[in-house]
């Protein structure tokens, strides 16, 4: 795809808007439970029904959260935002508006960097706004149910510069957006379950200018990967209309998860005005400095910046870091294991490897300190990297602490035999146990060295230490004994 | 003019109705039922009432008398017969909530969900006798834009008692009840006050909640008691403000000792007279202000002439606001959750415009359409925008003025009640009665009418009293002094 509009000489431009729902308890303008799913209509109110006479409260976890995701992007709080009504007709909207922010948005001015296919990249962050959610409308034959459960939500709506050249990297920054707001909190981005929606405006130009062509909208991608595929398919679409002599239409375009298409939806002429004016049932939101420093200082430290300090303080790799860093809980399992005595790269492979694998497959869980116990005692050859792993799982499953390492190692048997003398009888017990395979070994047949540390192992019920059997190996054969 | 005999002899006040009820002297069950005894006689030839809570009002009562001396002594209106607007969301049990309007004609609240400052007053011992009828939606001046047919004005049946608080003006000037409840957006709570010879206050925009009272335009929809005396309308109003977590816009300002306020006397108070207002009206309403205002001089006020903020320009920005306002607060009523909902429409714009066309009065409509013009990208600079500067520039205006006097006097509408019908097919004539009382809205400022007169057919007429935000208490000490006592 880009090969081509690269052939053409043309370059993608694309922008996105993101929409974020807030893990408030309740909704943002009323007190409603602010969950996902439910019954349908069994979480609404006077207030987000929309129903004579009643009034929208802003609920302030939501405003924090907000301005918790603008800092954590960079952005410049405005001190004071104003709510606008959005006005249009649609049967899951019960006011007849939305309230949202126009002119004075909550934030402005921010970027995110992000990994993306071509290497580190950074995307600027335009403006950041609080808004409440609409209902769902669903289609069914020749009936539109509405369920008002999601209507009022707490949303941020992040818009991006024309910054991404690739759909690749619009991806990347998706991904980097959704690691984001669920590290500092605010949402658990999940985009099948509506935490995250992405809308994208898409365009082309001749690469190296600087004016910007005729966009379309997409939208209704509701996967990462469907961003991407529309993305694709939509330059194609827009640089085989251009390379045809046309020029590109702007329309709003709904991407088909089962077409693989995208179909205009409407025109940009025929595009809705909204009638934008200040929402009187509310008052400017008033954000004070102090507000901000404190949302501020209870900032974590960032995915990014948090790998960074890894590499730069325990050694650890870009990779590593960044596999570390990709949930905080994660993160902060690393570094407390670390804390705890362990060596850092044992306990980012631990962490890395074991742990997460435990974290999704079974019910459970240790404490850093007790993997630090652990990897203490294989550093010290108590017990083999091996058998670890399996003692480790039964850490998981009792939730056992530091005081219960030693005692599982014995429960289960697996002292690692590295008792030299010990070795050497069972490595003498083996060689005498497959004499023509222990008579070739001896003529050089060097693979055989595995099968003997292998069944050396079997006969200690994984004890041994590998690399001690195999020395004694060698040992033994060079000593010529048999 | 005042009020035909057969009328004025047997109504007691808010305040005395309050005090034998709570000492024991009547029962809350009889205030109650003559109340409604004479609305059942005034109903058929005013059409004042939509709804009428004959049971529930005498349930209330009895569970009112039923207290205790102690119990009835902290109510401050206790056995008050009470009257509201129906724009004031009542509990669906009791009836339904209309505004008016044919789409809401069956709308029941769900449980649990009742107006704020309608619950206060009932929780302060008062009791509801009954939904006033009004203009649809608040729009309108004289109470002939009801869906359920116009209201009358009880001093003289052929002419229209104001609006859009019509029901609850005219249910207060025939006596049926001591106060009613009305909502004042341009002077819908003021105007009708002065066409029917009764107070109606306007309080600070954000000194009583609007939660669960149906929004026209929010910026400047109010609620407003209309009573017969200006000590009613203080009391009423220690009982109906005061903050409220449910409206964000409903300030934080204690509630004050009103009704002290009003006995307290203009010594010292800096009165300003809107002398070109005054000079607007007819003469012998016009005569009787001056002589009012002289009063106010003898009792020790210091009066001076001021140029009030002007009118034309203040009428066309409230209206064009209003109308914005309103066509967006009002794109709810679209037929889909609630309401009326047109029948056999084939797709949703046919739904969306056959409910709302066949739900929603002309006069509604207009104001709709008014306000999706006004904001259209393209006009809403010229318009929306262009009013929301001349707003800007009455508020200085006000706060210029209130820096050198307390309180500002005129009049509230520029003439006494017209006959039914005169005013048909002319809105602009309409709007022109709100000339005097749009301006405080657009201030945001507090303003009282009280009867001061009449025209020169002897109908009443109006001294309005506006005060800097949040100044009740000044508005009142001037008012209690303007008052010749009850009528």
Known sequence: MSVDTAQRGLEPVIGLEIHVRLQTRT??????????????????????????????????????????????????VNGSSLFERKNYFYPDLPKGYQISQYRHPLAKGGGLDFSGPGGPARAGIVRLHLEEDAGKSIHAGDRTLVDLNRCGTPLVEIVTGPDFREPGAARAFLTALRRLVRWIGVSDGNMEEGSLRCDANVSLRPAGSDALGPRTEVKNMNSFKAVEEALSAEIDRQAGVVSSGASVEPATMLWDEEERSARVMRAKESAPDYRYFPEPDLLPLLVTAEAVRDERSGLPEFPGERARRFSEVWGLDADTAAVLTDSRPTADYFEETVNSGAAPEEAASWVAGEVLRLRKGRAGGAAPGTLARLLERVAGE???????????????????????VDRLIEEMGLQQLSDEDALREEVGGVLARHPEEAAEWRRGREELTGFFIGEVMRATG????????????????????? | MSLPASITRSIPTVSDIARWVASGTRSAE?????????????????????????????????????????????????????????MFVTPGREGPTTAGSRLLERWRAPEGYESAVLRRLRDAGAVLVGKTNQDEFGMGSSGEHSA?????????????????????????????????????????????????????LRPTWGRVSRYGMVAFASSFDQAGPITRTVEDAALLLESMAGPDRRDATCGRQQVDRWREAAGAGVEGLRVGVAADWVGAIPGTAAEALEEAVGRLEEAGARLREVTAPPVEDALA??????????????????????????????DLDELYGRSRGEGLGREVRRRVLLGAFALTEGYADAHYQRARRVQAGVREAFARLFQEVDVLIGPTSPQ????????????????????????????GIPALSLPCGCDDEGLPMGAQVMADRFREDLLFRAAGALEEGPS
Not at chain 1, 43 to 56: E, S
Not at chain 2, 42 to 61: I, K
Not at chain 2, 69 to 78: F, K, M, Y
Request: hydrophobic share 35%.
């Open chain 1, 27 to 76: 909704k943002m303008f009323c007190g409603c439970t602010n969950r996902y799913g439910g019954e349908p209509n069994s979480r609404i109110c006077p207030v987000c029904l929309g129903l004579p006479g009643a009034l929208p409260v802003p609920n302030r976890e939501a405003v924090h959260m907000a301005v918790r995701a603008a800092l954590a992007l960079g952005c410049r």
């Open chain 1, 382 to 404: 108590r017990v083999s990297r091996t058998a670890a792993k399996e003692v480790f799982g039964r850490l998981w499953e009792e939730g056992g602490g530091p005081e219960d």
């Open chain 1, 462 to 482: 994984g004890a041994a230490d590998p690399h001690r059997t195999r020395k004694v190996l060698e040992d033994v054969r060079r000593e010529g004994r048999a």
């Open chain 2, 30 to 86: 009889e205030t109650v039922r003559e109340a409604l005894d004479r609305i059942r006689s005034d109903q058929p030839h005013l059409n004042t009432f939509l709804h009428v809570n004959g049971e529930s009002a005498l349930r209330e009562a009895d569970r009112i008398d039923a207290l205790d001396a102690a119990g009835r002594e902290r109510l401050p209106l206790a056995g008050v017969p009470l009257a509201a607007k129906d």
């Open chain 2, 148 to 200: 359920f047919g116009p209201t009358r004005n009880p001093l003289a049946t052929d002419r229209v008692p104001g609006g859009s608080s019509s029901g609850s003006a005219a249910a207060v000037a025939s006596g049926s009840v001591p106060v009613a409840l009305g909502t004042d957006t341009g002077g819908s709570v003021r105007q009708p006050a002065s066409l029917t010879g009764t107070v109606g």
């Open chain 2, 317 to 346: 920005a409230y209206y064009l606001i209003a109308a914005s306002e309103a066509g967006s607060n009002l794109a709810r009523y679209d037929g889909v959750r609630y309401g009326y909902r047109a029948e056999g429409c084939r």
């Open chain 2, 416 to 443: 006494g009640a017209w006959p039914l019908g005169a005013k048909e097919g002319d809105p602009l004539a309409m709007y022109r009665s709100d000339s005097f009382t749009v301006p405080a809205s657009l201030g």
